[in-house]
């Protein structure tokens, strides 16, 4: 079955240290992955996604994330968070074109990530 | 460039009352996709369009549930009776197309049964 596992339902980072974001994903082939960011009453932003070519993709905000194929991770990072990063945060993932559900996107369950000051 | 735009953004009704939401999609966008957010989990795709065509529907609860997408734009989504667990959040979502990558979330809708 095609999953997307968060294992952390909440990280708690103080302002101004590196935060990581985990994700892993179970999807046959060669997936696009993705995350999100959900502000309180508010649609999902569009953070970053993989495609292909470099393992390193940065996104919006001074986010990255690191796809590794054989750990089928792809956890978010940020060398310094800031308060305003307080959020939930969620992966998601497309399967392949020519497999099945090409065209959607599994989400994980979300992780609230808490930056203190 | 205006975004994804949903209406109503918040409803309460009481159970067995019908209850539609309204979404208008970025402008040239012709995938449209409808998602549900249950409290604490991630969105779960209920149906998507490509045009008018609803190209995959197979989470639709198809018993009291319905979605149309006229002319290719808007998109209404119906839920007739509502039910308590029908609470939560209804996500309407756009991309420009099968190939493109990106999906463009609207605010959603709360949607409350009491």
């Known amino acids: 079955a095609q999953s997307v596992a968060q294992p952390e339902d909440q990280v708690n980072v103080a302002e101004g240290n590196p935060l990581t974001v985990k994700c892993t994903y179970s999807v046959s082939g060669n997936p696009y992955l993705f995350w999100y960011v959900q502000y309180p009453n508010r649609g999902l932003q569009f953070l970053l996604k993989y495609i292909t070519g470099d393992n390193l993709v940065k996104g919006s905000y001074g986010f990255e994330a690191e796809f590794n194929k054989s750990q089928t991770s792809f956890h978010l990072k940020k060398p310094s968070a800031l308060v305003s990063d307080s959020a939930l945060y969620f992966c998601?993932?497309?399967?392949?074109?020519?497999?099945?559900?090409?065209?959607?996107?599994?989400f994980g369950q979300g992780t609230t990530l808490q930056v203190k000051p | 460039e205006a975004g994804v735009v949903q209406s109503p953004r918040y409803k309460i009704i009481e159970k067995k009352q019908p209850v539609a939401f309204w979404c208008n999609p970025i402008s040239g966008h012709n995938t449209l996709y409808w998602y549900l957010q249950n409290l604490g989990q991630g969105p779960e795709l209920l149906i998507r369009?490509?045009?008018?065509?609803?190209?995959?529907d197979s989470q639709l609860p198809k018993d009291r549930f319905s979605a149309e997408r006229l002319k290719g734009v808007d998109s209404t989504l119906k839920i007739q009776p509502a039910e308590l667990g029908d609470s939560a959040v209804y996500l309407c979502?756009?991309?420009?197309?099968?190939?493109?990558?990106?999906?463009?979330f609207g605010p959603g809708t709360r949607l409350t049964v009491t």
């Open positions: 369009y490509e045009n008018e065509e609803a190209v995959d």
């Open positions: 998601a993932v497309r399967p392949p074109h020519g497999s099945s559900n090409t065209g959607k996107l599994i």
């Open positions: 979502a756009s991309s420009l197309g099968t190939t493109s990558y990106e999906q463009y």
